[in-house]
């Protein structure tokens, strides 16, 4: 059942899910440790999204470390399109003089990070950018993948459901337009079943991504008028609906940006549909309490807990 | 078997790891993606390790993302230690007109991500750096931790063995002085014992860790002579061994920074012994071969393959 409105009840779910040893504070909104509970409920819901892929379909399972290399990253336009949820990753490549040049600015409390220079390295913002890179070139034929990814959003906020480093496993799709548009749906269709067997009400709306800026409003209101992105959403405060999964159509766009064409010589398409293992898990959590052990047995056996 | 000496080795066993779907390049040295056959021999591991806990023990469980907030950082003594292995998060907080300004250093080839500001977020280097600041304050008694945690070092090589971003799994001790150099011990043993058992020749020697600069030299003749750090090796080139897991004690270093005390009002010792998961899991391919369904049954018994 849902926990309340506003930030009162943000503070409570996450005092609820720290008490019951799902969630560890860091000092940091959004950096949180995970307890083995709430770890098997993810591993469990990672084998119910296998079980979901049709037998008679290949599928290639990739599993992706929390960074991707500078040039892939800026592909993806993410930099121009939301550039308040990036990280980029800065290291120390000075000698003993640097160092102790560095040391000292720390000593003296100022920002010693401003003597780091960029390593080249990016934050993964989303599982799917890590994809796409390794089918740059022609496709002889449409590829299915199942990728797995720590991913990283810079909005720290109290409420346990926005997370800065979380897990997002996908289901990503690239090729012809309508083997696009058919996987999102059928996954989104997938993720609705999933949840409601699991007992969980969820609904799937239109809706956008955060893009940055006023241009970045522009092209939110033509992502939702051309429906490409859907979200299932459920209820975890009165307030307000949160999402715990969504799918992406991305027609061309990353066809395009790494240069991945079909066999005719046209663009590929691409779609993907994500879970947020954390926000899914918690919303479980909420629905049949923190106890995972007390969980009706037909949710825990689908879970294989 | 070893695959050889010098660089050609390294690039070999690379190959011999992407032609059998265990490691796909990202661009950026150190930064893989992996395989499901991969990731399954990671789990097996994983679940050896929690069996070879005492019954009578009890363990805390933890796992961890990426990313540790700076305060718990720079308790570590890390940016003094190893300022060459460290990352750091920035990111972007301004406004329209400065994202414009972002955009047109990009578009004329300039440094962009000088333009971005800390976070405050650092990546986690240690698995167990994650676990000290929990235990802040008086410990009632010892306590023994189970942390998993990705970790990231700036050391982009060629060498597969050598990663950017990877995984270790630690056991972690904190309490009496006798209880950290016992535990150390008795997981150096238990990890001796468990790759023995998977037909991985292994030895143990001291070591010491890649502390910067003149001053860093010192540290680790103190460090190898007081023998606080153990390495456990094996055989993955001709010219050199490879360590694939290590046992620290770290006397009072951590009780003293995390302020952590023992009931007598003494500060806590610890310990932590910790396993290099993908340069175990590479070591076993190398010795058992890149088929992990044609490996010895024992093996893929004891890891539940």
């Given at each position: 059942?849902?926990v309340?409105?506003?930030?009162q009840?943000?503070?409570?779910?996450?005092k609820?899910?720290?008490?019951?040893?799902?969630q560890?504070?860091?000092?940091?909104?959004?950096?949180?440790?995970r307890?083995?509970d709430?770890?098997?409920?993810?591993?469990g819901?990672?084998?119910?999204?296998?079980a979901?892929?049709?037998?008679?379909e290949t599928?290639q399972r990739?599993?992706?470390?929390?960074?991707?290399?500078?040039a892939?990253?800026?592909k993806?336009?993410?930099l121009?399109?939301f550039?308040?949820?990036?990280?980029?990753?800065?290291?120390?490549?000075?000698?003993?003089?640097?160092?102790?040049a560095?040391?000292?600015?720390?000593?003296?409390?100022?920002?010693?990070?401003?003597?780091?220079?960029?390593?080249?390295?990016m934050?993964?913002?989303?599982?799917?950018?890590?994809?796409?890179?390794?089918?740059?070139?022609?496709?002889?034929?449409?590829?299915?993948v199942?990728?797995?990814?720590?991913?990283?959003?810079?909005e720290?906020?109290?409420?346990p459901m926005?997370?800065?480093?979380?897990?997002?496993?996908?289901?990503?799709y690239i090729?012809?337009?309508?083997?696009a548009?058919?996987?999102?749906?059928?996954?989104?269709?997938?993720?609705?079943?999933?949840?409601k067997?699991?007992?969980?009400?969820?609904?799937t709306?239109?809706?956008n991504?955060?893009?940055?800026?006023?241009?970045?409003?522009?092209?939110?209101?033509?992502q939702?008028?051309?429906?490409?992105?859907?979200?299932?959403?459920?209820?975890?405060?009165?307030?307000?609906?949160?999402a715990?999964a969504?799918?992406?159509?991305?027609r061309?766009h990353?066809?395009?940006?790494?240069?991945?064409?079909?066999?005719?010589?046209?663009?590929?398409h691409?779609?993907?549909a994500?879970m947020?293992?954390?926000?899914?898990?918690?919303?479980?959590?909420?629905r049949?309490?923190?106890?995972v052990?007390?969980?009706?047995?037909?949710v825990?056996?689908r879970?294989?807990?």
């Amino acid at each position: 059942m849902p926990v309340g409105s506003g930030e009162q009840a943000r503070v409570e779910l996450a005092k609820q899910l720290e008490q019951a040893g799902h969630q560890s504070p860091s000092g940091s909104h959004g950096i949180y440790g995970r307890g083995a509970d709430f770890e098997a409920v993810i591993d469990g819901l990672a084998k119910a999204l296998v079980a979901l892929e049709k037998p008679d379909e290949t599928v290639q399972r990739m599993f992706f470390p929390p960074l991707e290399p500078r040039a892939a990253y800026l592909k993806t336009d993410y930099l121009a399109s939301f550039p308040q949820l990036t990280g980029a990753v800065d290291t120390f490549t000075g000698n003993d003089k640097d160092h102790k040049a560095l040391l000292k600015v720390y000593e003296e409390g100022g920002e010693w990070a401003d003597t780091l220079v960029p390593s080249g390295l990016m934050m993964v913002p989303a599982t799917c950018h890590n994809v796409y890179p390794r089918y740059a070139g022609e496709l002889p034929e449409p590829v299915r993948v199942e990728a797995r990814s720590w991913c990283f959003r810079h909005e720290p906020e109290v409420d346990p459901m926005r997370m800065v480093c979380f897990r997002i496993y996908e289901q990503v799709y690239i090729g012809t337009a309508d083997g696009a548009q058919e996987h999102r749906d059928v996954w989104m269709n997938n993720y609705v079943a999933l949840f409601k067997d699991l007992g969980l009400g969820v609904t799937t709306d239109v809706a956008n991504d955060p893009f940055f800026g006023r241009a970045g409003r522009m092209l939110a209101v033509g992502q939702k008028s051309e429906a490409l992105k859907f979200e299932v959403l459920t209820d975890i405060y009165d307030d307000k609906q949160t999402a715990i999964a969504s799918g992406n159509a991305h027609r061309t766009h990353f066809g395009e940006n790494f240069g991945i064409t079909l066999p005719d010589g046209s663009l590929a398409h691409s779609s993907c549909a994500g879970m947020g293992m954390e926000r899914a898990t918690i919303a479980l959590l909420v629905r049949h309490g923190m106890d995972v052990s007390a969980w009706p047995a037909d949710v825990k056996d689908r879970l294989g807990l």
